[in-house]
Each structure stands twice: as C-alpha cells, then as structure tokens.
C-alpha cells in the first residue's frame, strides 16, 4: 500500500482526482481488469481495461441509496470503507483464483479500503473548513506518523473528553483542533478560538459563545495566570476538583501548546489543577524533520496555495533540498520558503541556484561552492546530456529526465519500446512536437487515454510528469541548434524550440545544462 502511495498521492484538490490513480494503481497491483469503488456523498468510481487503455466512469453522487446499484456485481470482494465505526464507502474487487492471490489481495484490499477512509474525512474537513471558516484546511501528507495522528483523531472525535495537543510550532495544531471537532457529533455546532496570546474578551463569554460545540484554546501555554485560574470557573470537573459550575455551558474543551506543560507546572506558570482537567486525551504532533515522506506533497500543496503550477515549479532539486533540511519552524516555514522561491525563481522551476541564493541556509554546502569547480568542457564531458552537476548532486532522477528527452528527440525505438502504448505514443508526439503549446488534455487525447491515466503512466512508469519533460526537450533541441549552426541567434533558437519568452529561455537552458547558452556554444563549437 506504502508503494501505491507513495507513486500517485499528492494534494489534489478534490478526493475523485486522488482515488482515480490510486484505483488505477491498485488494479496494476493486483494484475485485476476491473474494480469500483463506492463513497459517501462522492459517488461510485467503476474503471476497467478496455485493450491497452483503463476506462473510468463516475456515477451516482454518493448517496446511501445508491452505492449497492452502482458497484459492480457478481463475483467480487467487497471491503467495507469505514471511518469512526461508520461504513462510509466500499471497494470492491474481482474474486482471485488462487488461496495465495486471496491473502494478497484481502490484505491490500483491506489497507486501501482504510487509506480511503482517512482521505475520504482529509476532504470532508476541507468543505467543512471553507463552508464554515471560510478558509480551506487539509491535511497533507502520507507517512505513518501523519496516518497515527489521524487514527487518534478518529478515535477522539467519538468522545466529549478535553484533548490536548502538543507540538512544536508550526506543526499541525489546528487543522488536528478543527478535525476533532469536524468528525465530531458536535460538528454543526460553533467551533470557537481562542488566540490565549492575545485572548479577545473574558471566559464567560468564549463559553457562552461555543455552547453545543468546541471551544479551542489555540497555545494554552501562553494564557495568563489570571485568565487560567478563571477558566475552572466554567468547566465542569470530571475529576471532582470542584463540585458544581453554575454558569458553566456544555462545550468540547481543545487546547494545544508548543511548551511543555508538566515543567511549566512545576516550574510554577501553569494552573496544575486546569492541566490535570485538560489532560484527558493527549498527542503530540511529530516535527516535518521526522517526516520524510510528507515534504513532497507538503512542497506541491504549498506551491498551488500561492497559486503557482507544482509541475512548472517544482523541481527535484527542490524536494532533495526540502527533505535535506531540518524544518526548526516545521510546516510554517516550509509556507514561506516555497513562496518565497516560488516567486523569486520568476517562471522558472526552482533549482539549486535559486535555493542557493533566496534561502541560502537550506542550500547543501555543494550549490554554493566554487573552489575546484571544473572548467566548463570538462563540467559538459562529465555530465550526462541535459543534467547540470549541482542539480544531479540534489537527484539522479534528474538524469531519468535527461534520458527520457533525448529518446523522444532521436525516437530510439529500443528504449521506447519497453513502455506502456499511451506513454510511447506521448513521448513521440513530444519529440515531434516540442516547439507547439502543448497542455496534457491534448497529449492524451493524442494519446487515446484519459488525461489521469497518462499523469499516472508519467508518474509511474518515468518519475516525472510531462511538462519537465517537455522543458528538457526543448533544451536538447536548443543543444542541437547551438551546434549545428554557430551563427544563430540566441533569440531565434529559443523561439524555435518553442520558449516564448527569451529571459525564461535562458534561466531554464542555465538551470538545466549548468551554463548560459552562449557558454555552451563557445564550448562546443
């Protein structure tokens, strides 16, 4: 399950655009030709091999009473997709032919049917969060320390105790806060902050105000000795502490904090007897540098945010950098870090140059160095076609790129001939047509395949999605030109092969071979 994970997920902006490849990596898993999958207020997804191609079709809108006529029938599994002792969805797929198929596939049918509830209430706290809060909320990632986070919220969501979070600052506080509440039977009740830095009027009226639903102390830690001593006066005593509140009005207590309570308790600037009442139901939020796994998706998601297109921006370089680096302010740095060279790379993908220069403190000690760099002749001998040196030290994927492009450039049909029809027919119309606009609707329809099948074979099959690959075609045919023709302007070569722009044409022949390509030329020829 880790495996299809980790080859499709990113942060979609809605769940169908994220079961689609997983279904569709699931079905290549299992060697299966068929499977669907049914879920509460989404609707039915039923996808099949039709030849070489998958065929996907949404139906019904979710409802209850349409899941059964909807999912296929016959001689199929069925997993249950539960969530908080709730069936919200089902999967189902083809009965195997063998006991060992039949273990196999109960297994991975049973991890996917679990992966599909947690996403499943990921997105439904996003509508609640933008219906209610007027700001989107989604958690973001797939490693096991985000999935424990989430089982725990699962868990306390069912119950009315206090919960307390802790974690460093910048983890994810609150959208953990507004999920325990969202999965909560208090949902349609209000859901109530409190800034304890700057808290804004008294506790009888945060109270009052978050009757019926959850009042959230966002950095209890920081709340005044005044103000802590006053909140026992409206909350109800489940240890017995005091017997009777008058005043005090039925809300969900959350309260997170990036300090250590218990030592500030002994050290004498925490209220033991409020943390004793808070500490029913406890967690704390592991920091970005022990999640490996979750940067990549956290850095696509951050990029979208800022309203940049992840596969024009995003780099490998940029995700080695992001993973290398320890996070001290977690998620909130990230936040601006990725906004920051997003706007600073200009139209560029960010590279290691970029990184080097904008947050020079996340750079690794080679993007920055110069003694014993090697002359250019040698930096082009050395290198493989269309990778630069600082960039392959960040990722060898860079390389896959590299030979990808110049098989679609010369068309070697050995290598091509290894991969899926849809994909070799893409990569062929690339090669020939690298100078045109060319957005993935239109590869795919050239291609005979729906536009998430091809992102999936992209993905899957070469690591990569397709506008990188377009970009280092263009600049192994801009290679071409530099050295067939020593007399041609630079201006021409880059509208010839397709760049629209001359200053994006050559921070992009820079960020990809190491050197201007006026260097190149002066090398070469």
């Given at each position: 399950m880790e495996a299809i994970l980790q080859s499709v997920y990113r942060s979609y902006r809605t769940l169908p655009e994220l079961i689609e490849p997983m279904m569709l990596a699931l079905i290549g898993k299992l060697g299966v030709p068929a499977a669907s999958i049914w879920l509460r207020d989404v609707g039915t997804l039923k996808l099949g091999y039709n030849g070489d191609t998958v065929d996907f079709v949404w139906v019904g809108d979710g409802s209850r009473g349409r899941d059964r006529h909807d999912l296929h029938d016959g001689d199929f599994a069925r997993f249950a997709v539960i969530y908080a002792g709730e069936q919200i969805g089902e999967l189902r797929l083809p009965e195997p032919d063998t006991s060992a198929d039949a273990d196999f596939r109960r297994e991975l049918g049973t991890q996917f049917a679990r992966w599909c509830a947690l996403l499943s209430m990921r997105y439904e706290v996003q509508r609640w969060t933008r219906a209610r809060l007027g700001r989107p909320l989604l958690l973001v990632g797939i490693s096991k320390a985000l999935q424990q986070m989430e089982v725990f919220v699962e868990r306390a969501s069912r119950s009315t105790l206090p919960v307390l979070l802790a974690g460093e600052f910048g983890t994810e506080k609150i959208p953990l806060a507004v999920a325990l509440h969202c999965n909560g039977p208090r949902r349609d009740g209000p859901f109530i902050e409190v800034n304890c830095a700057e808290p804004v009027g008294e506790p009888a009226q945060w109270f009052k105000q978050a009757a019926g639903g959850t009042l959230f102390f966002n950095g209890i830690d920081e709340l005044t000795p005044r103000?802590?001593?006053?909140?026992?006066?409206?909350?109800?005593?489940?240890?017995?502490?005091?017997?009777?509140?008058?005043?005090?009005?039925?809300?969900?207590?959350?309260?997170?904090?990036?300090?250590?309570?218990?030592?500030?308790?002994?050290?004498?600037?925490?209220?033991?007897?409020?943390?004793?009442?808070?500490?029913?139901?406890?967690?704390?939020?592991?920091?970005?540098?022990?999640?490996?796994?979750?940067?990549?998706?956290?850095?696509?998601?951050?990029?979208?945010r800022h309203g940049h297109v992840a596969d024009s921006k995003g780099s490998e370089a940029l995700i080695a950098a992001c993973e290398a680096y320890t996070w001290p302010?977690?998620?909130?740095?990230?936040?601006?870090?990725?906004?920051?060279?997003?706007?600073?790379?200009?139209?560029?993908?960010?590279?290691?140059?970029?990184?080097?220069?904008?947050?020079?403190?996340?750079?690794?000690?080679?993007?920055?160095?110069?003694?014993?760099?090697?002359?250019?002749?040698?930096?082009?001998?050395?290198?493989?076609?269309?990778?630069?040196?600082?960039?392959?030290?960040?990722?060898?994927?860079?390389?896959?790129?590299?030979?990808?492009?110049?098989?679609?450039?010369?068309?070697?049909?050995?290598?091509?001939?290894?991969?899926?029809?849809?994909?070799?027919?893409?990569?062929?119309?690339?090669?020939?047509?690298?100078?045109?606009?060319?957005?993935?609707?239109?590869?795919?329809?050239?291609?005979?395949?729906?536009?998430?099948?091809?992102?999936?074979?992209?993905?899957?099959?070469?690591?990569?999605?397709?506008?990188?690959?377009?970009?280092?075609?263009?600049?192994?045919?801009?290679?071409?030109?530099?050295?067939?023709?020593n007399g041609i302007r630079i201006t021409e070569v880059a509208l010839s092969v397709g760049f629209g722009d001359l200053s994006h044409f050559e921070k992009s022949f820079r960020g990809i071979v190491g050197v201007s390509p006026r260097e190149y030329r002066h090398a070469v020829t």
């Open positions: 103000l802590q001593s006053q909140l026992p006066q409206h909350m109800h005593s489940r240890l017995g502490q005091w017997l009777t509140v008058p005043d005090a009005s039925e809300a969900r207590v959350v309260a997170s904090t990036t300090s250590n309570l218990r030592q500030q308790v002994e050290d004498g600037r925490f209220s033991r007897a409020l943390l004793a009442e808070l500490d029913f139901l406890s967690v704390s939020i592991p920091p970005l540098r022990t999640r490996t796994l979750d940067i990549a998706p956290l850095v696509v998601a951050a990029l979208e302010e977690n998620l909130f740095e990230l936040e601006r870090v990725i906004a920051r060279l997003a706007v600073m790379a200009d139209n560029m993908p960010i590279s290691l140059e970029d990184i080097a220069r904008h947050t020079p403190w996340m750079a690794p000690p080679s993007a920055g160095a110069h003694a014993g760099t090697p002359t250019l002749p040698e930096r082009l001998k050395a290198e493989p076609a269309g990778v630069s040196a600082a960039d392959e030290a960040a990722s060898g994927a860079l390389a896959s790129l590299a030979h990808w492009a110049h098989c679609a450039v010369t068309r070697d049909a050995a290598a091509l001939g290894h991969l899926h029809k849809a994909l070799r027919k893409a990569l062929l119309y690339l090669g020939e047509h690298y100078a045109s606009a060319v957005s993935m609707d239109h590869l795919a329809r050239h291609a005979h395949v729906s536009p998430s099948h091809l992102s999936y074979l992209f993905r899957h099959a070469l690591n990569t999605t397709f506008k990188p690959l377009l970009r280092y075609i263009r600049i192994e045919k801009a290679k071409e030109l530099l050295i067939r023709d």
